[in-house]
């Protein structure tokens, strides 16, 4: 089937099998490896992207079904040289480790603040519960969307 | 090394500093294998047994053979390849039995993974079921299966291990110190309880995958996600008998470890299929279920610890017998069961002690290193054994911790004495219990409970570990300087998030004198570029390898100064040197830049001096010793990082659901190198711990089949789960010869997390859980005082696993 979309700004057309998931598609078909597949099944949110607005797992979306879509990618995020607001909040609060989860959690994140530009920690807890993260045990993550949305201090190391 | 450096006389060492490989993780420039593609690349898939024991009778490749894009099969039977890390019993792809459920029995590469899946499914094996052997205990009955009756024929590493043949026992590790029988007898009270947790998975975000290419005149090329280059290159070698510059492994970003990828994975058969296909590159990227079934897991543990304590409550006396699940293979199995063994008794002080580790062969997926290498296992039933003894005796567990732990003058397990320099756990654990209060309820905890009707319990962890490696075991950095007087450093070590890297980048800017933006750490590792490191493991990276890029920025430093001594015509020791130029003390204006000397100065008349700049930093683990093979004692232990967790929890008694409302761990890390990083490892680590001890476990069914190989099944901790309050410290004990004064602490924070958690329950309500992970329903039937239900255990076919029932009471004999 043929399929029509948008991504990152950028218009895309391409033929593509029925059984084919948006994941692989964007990796495979348009080259857009940043974002990451870590299960293939809906359960871990390393594949989610921005489709029209919501932040879905793309492993769960078939490619013909984002046709006439809407995508957003980690790599849609920054512009030109400068990280945007999400990415530099995260750079200061090392809330990336391995980085796998990464592209994934900024995704989430976006989706976060763009319903909800003071989200409470609860909500921020809530929003990237379907993205695991193994490496960072997401305190720091957590804490760079606080500082991103009421300023909050970076949390610290005490020496005793 | 520069150990007692004041703070105010460190520019980098010490205070925050920007990751520099975040910007290509946040923009999904970073490249991982699992994104890769290369020219002609071939897809592989596996045919995997559906059985935990079976002897393979037939493989029917025909129909596979003929389907569309496939370019090659492998069966066992094609290839006669062993490969292994201390013992080599393992095939490629299971020849003549399969030992595990989901292990690989046929392979296939195709054009696409669809086309490779479709081949692998059409592939037809006739098995004949055996009878398996699934749980460890029952393995060393004298009439259990063999899970590898060949034992006696495979090669292995003598110095450390011991294989028994004849019986399922791959490794026997024992230490004997002091006389255990007359401390036994002075003892006034004599505790004995049996402890267990099952096999759990690491799960790295990004599944184990490799591309390998096996070229003409048998030239290997080999990506994969893993932790250690030299360690894939060397093994792969050995097994199939190739020099070691045919052979060059790359890895480029690691989505996850955690010691999974520790050793060799699917290099050999992506290489073996790349063969068979012409020398196209093979990639093979596991999928969550293969990542469970397939692929390495944590070992289980049963552990008995009988504890003999005096009137005033210090130990006397320790017997301890550690029972490893190693699944169907060794692999790093056999070396957790070592270096388990010679820290078996956590930081404490045992005078009199036997330890008696053993590896057992069982027919599940196999066991490796992961993150704390046994420690997080057995220090779950250390420190869940000394908050038991505690309590029979009637002495708070605070204290009789504090009583027992080691400090200066100590002699540990294996006869290392405890140097003031060594660490500090006391403190580790006094901070950790006043953090939280511990031993009473603040004023908003009363209120708490007054309002909730749960109630609040505190307890604390304590911990201790050493890299688990081999005594002379070595790494080395080479620092480059740029033609603009920047630098590049390459090391073999891997950061696959760990800010190993960040760190050195702090430690090698320190040491030049350079700002921070001048110094570049290499991302990619590259056998054929990089030099050797032996594996990212242990937490040993940031003290051998910053032990090492010191020594290589002052090698370059030096012959920075020689270059720059004969254009000045000045002695060296009359040079000094800032971020850009060397120059005379006496006269600063007269000076030579690095920039003009980094590829070679030339004089004005055209003559050239010196020539690139290069600086090489070699270190090798000192003073270590292999351990007597009867009693265990010897030198193991290049440092030990110390420390505790202090846990509050509230848990409602009747339904036995619970809330972690406070976490604090405490380190002593001799040096925080950077403390954003620390911070890091601290809260993953200790998250990942938690994991373990609130819902992670393999869950096999009488025939040894995993029912959990997925997320939904065996979930991992979310945001969610995060506890309430979580809070870091460290203690900074200078350690004498680590990197200006640091040891490691990585795997550190996972451990004791479980008993800290077991602790607090206990507190709060009684309950004396001996099994990990603590589910809400563990807690309600230990307080019903109800069996465990152990279905996180298999019930092998021929008896049951649990420990004996006289093991479950404490057994106490008051003698006084
Ligand atoms: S890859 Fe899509 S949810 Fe895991
Ligand atoms: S940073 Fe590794 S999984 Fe999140």
Redesign the pocket.
Known sequence: MRVKLVVNGQNYERDCPEHKTL?KFIREDLGLAGTK???????????TIIMNGRAV????VLAVEADGANIQTIEGEASGASLSDIQKAFEKHHAVQCGFCTPGMVMSVKELLSDNPKPSEAQIKEAIEGNFCRCTGYTQIIEAVQDLTGGKEKGGLDRV | MFENMDSANLKFVGKEADRPDLVEKLTGEATFVSDMILPGMLYAQLKKSPHARAKIKKIDTGKAAKMPGVRAILTGEELDIHIGLYIVDKYILAKGEVRHYGEAVAAVAADSPEEARAAADAIEVDYELLPPVLHHMDALKPDAPLVHPELGKYSYVKAAFSPQPGTNIANITKIRKGDIEKGFEESAYIVEREYSCPSVQHVPMETHVAIAQWGFGDKVNIWTSAQSPFTVRNLFCMAFGLSHNQVRVQIPYVGGGFGGKAGIGVEPLCAVLSKKAGGRPVKFQASREEEFSLLPCRCALNYRIKTGVSEEGKILAQKMEMFWDSGAYADYAVNVTRASGYSASGPYEIPNATVDAYTIYTNKPYGTAYRGFGHVEFHWAIERHMELVATAIGLDPLLFRLKNALRPGSKTLTGETILPSTGNVVKCIEEAARRIHYGELTKEEKEREARTGWKIGKGVGALQKAPAMPSFTATAVVLKMNENGTVIANLALTDYGQGTYTSLRQIIAERLGFPLEKVKIAFESDTDRDPYDWQTVASKGLFLSGNAAILAAEDLLEKAYAVAAEILRANPRDLAHDGDRIYLKHKPEEGVSFASIAIGYAFPNGNGIGGPLIGVGRYIAQGLSNLDKESGQGHPAVDWTYGAHGMVVEVNEESGEYHVLHVVSVYDVGKAINPDMVRGQAIGGMMQGLGTAICEGYIYDKDGHLLNPNFTDNKIPTAKDLPMKVECAVVETPQIDGPYGARGVAEHSMISVAAALGNAVQKATGAEITHMPIRFEDVWRALQDKEPIDNWITKSPIGSCRSAPEMRPGIIRNKG
């Open positions: 994941l597949e870590g299960c293939g099944m809906g359960e871990c949110g390393a594949c797992n793309s492993c769960m």
